[in-house]
């Protein structure tokens, strides 16, 4: 079984920074994706970012120049530095870890709340 823990979420001001941490534990196969998404209140959850084993990354638009992804293989942890906060990116950000075998498998955080102020 997999576990996923976040932190790093909090209360800031609009133009701040955070830095989201998820450290992933248990049966982790070495080809997988980690990344995150968002859930502000009342809408879907969307895609943040995600980053491969192998370095590919992937944005969503809407941060694009303001967030970036990284990890550290050595310690299953994905990282998520938010710059340029704004109000819009108040949300529930969970942390994912899809491991690629034969029969994918993809896990979820408990999520963290990052809430902008304006």
């Known amino acids: 079984q997999v576990h996923l823990v976040e932190s790093g979420g909090g209360l800031v001001q609009a133009g701040g920074s955070l830095r989201l941490s998820c450290a992933a534990s248990g049966s982790i196969f070495s080809i997988n994706v980690m990344g995150w998404y968002r859930q502000a209140p009342g809408k879907q959850r969307e895609l943040v970012a995600t980053l491969t084993s192998r370095g590919r990354t992937n944005y969503s638009d809407s941060i694009k120049g303001r967030f970036t992804i990284s990890r550290d293989n050595t310690k299953n942890t994905v990282y998520l530095q938010m710059n340029s906060l704004n109000p819009e990116d108040t949300a529930v950000y969970y942390c994912?870890?899809?491991?690629?075998?034969?029969?994918?498998?993809?896990?979820w955080g408990q999520g963290t709340q990052v809430t902008v102020s304006s």
């Open positions: 994912t870890l899809t491991i690629l075998t034969i029969t994918p498998s993809s896990y």
